[in-house]
C-alpha cells in the first residue's frame, strides 16, 4: 500500500519506519524540518532502539521518504494515518489544535477529488466524540455529498512503548478499529495483515476511550506499587518479595479478574482488608492516598446502582430485588452491595420483595446472621420463593447477579446491576 504519516513523532516514526520494512511505501509529512531532514537522510528523527535501523534499510530500497506537505501524493495514496500530538491543554483536555490542523490539510488536498476512497486513520490519543463531533465535519465541510465515497475514517489507537516500540508494533497487545458502524475496515485488515493480536471492530467512541482506560489503568498500577512499596520500607519488609508473590498469581491478580465493570466489592474480605491496610499505611507515615481512595469510590458506586433503580421506577414501586449475597452461589451477607441497595430501597419507599435461592435465614450463623440483622432486620418478611419471584407482579426486577438467569419473569422489566455494558 501508499501510505502517507502525518506526524513524525515517536508513534508516527515508528509506524513509519515499522510499515516500510513489511514492504508498503511510506511517506512521512511533518511541519517540522528537521525531522524531515532526518528521515531522507536515513536516520531516526527520534531515539527508539533498533529505529535508525528500519530507517536506513528503507530509504536504501525506495520505500521511505519525508516531506514537510502531502502535495499530491494523496491522490493515489490508499491509507493516511494522522499520529500528531494531543497535549494536554491549561485545563487538563487534549490541546486538538494539531489534530484539527492537520485533518483540515487532508480535508482540502483532497477537495479536487480523486478516484476511490482514502482511509485515513486516527492514532493520536483524542476524548469520545472526537471522530464525530470534531474530525468528521471538518471533511464534510470541504467534500460535502462526496464525503462518504471519497473518504473512510477510521479510529485506531497504538499501544506503543517508548524502548519497545518496534517490538510492540509488531506483537502489539490488541488492535482496536473504531469505524462509524463498528464493522470492519479493508483497509486496516490489510494494514495488520500478519499481526497475530486480538482484533476488536467497535465504534468510534469505544475506540477512542480505550488509550484512556489502558493509561490510566497503567497509572493506577505504578501507583499501588509504589503505595505498597512505601509500606514496606516504613516496616522493614522487602518489597521486592511481595512482588514477586503478588506478580505470580496469574489467575486473580494480573488477569481479567475484578476488572469487569458491574457490581462494587463487599464481602468478608474485601472491605475489612482494605481498611486494615488504609490504618496500617496511616500508622506507619506511609502515604496511601490511593489505597485511602478506594472505600469511598466503592460507596460512589453503591450510590450509583441505587440511582439507576430510582430512575427507572418511581418510589412506592414494587421492586423484585434478585440476588442478596455479595457472591452467587453463597449465603454470605457481609457488606453485601444488594444488601446495601436493598436497605436504600427500603429507606426510599419503595416496596421490596427479594429472592435469594441460597439464602435461609434460620441457616445464618456467626458474623453473618448479625450482620444481616443488624442491617436488614426485617429480612425473614422480604424473602419470597421462586413461585411469587415469577409471579409478574413487580414493576422491576433488579439482578445483582447471575441469578436471574434461573427464573422466568415473564414480562417483567429487569435491570441488571451485575455488569455496565
Partial sequence: MKILIFGLGYVGSTAAGCLASQGHRVIGIDVNPAKVDAINAGLSPVREPGLDELVAEARTEGLLSASLTPGEELFDADLAIVCVGTPSGPDGAHDMGHIVQVTRSIAEALQPG?????????RSTMRPGSMETLIRPIFEASLGNNCEATVELVYNPEFLREASAIEDFFTPPK?????RDGKPSAAMDALHEGIDAPTFHVGYREAELTKFVDNSWHATKVVFANEIGRLCAQLGISASQVHAMFAADTRLNISPAYTRPGGAFGGSCLPKDVRALQHLAAEAGASAQLIDSLMSSNAAHLQFQFDRVAAAVEPGAKILLVGLSFKLGTDDLRESPALDLARRLIDARYRLAIY?????????LGQNRDYAMSHLPELRELLVDRETAQ?????????????????????TPVLDLSVIA
Fill in 114 to 122: 480523486r478516484e476511490g476512497q482514502l482511509t485515513v486513520a486516527y
Fill in 175 to 179: 488492535i482496536v478499529v473504531g469505524t
Fill in 356 to 364: 435469594e435461592a441460597e439464602l435461609s435465614p434460620n441457616a445464618l
Fill in 391 to 411: 409471579a409478574g407482579d413487580f414493576a422491576l426486577a433488579v439482578a445483582t447477579n447471575r441469578l436471574v438467569d434461573t427464573l422466568d419473569l415473564g414480562a
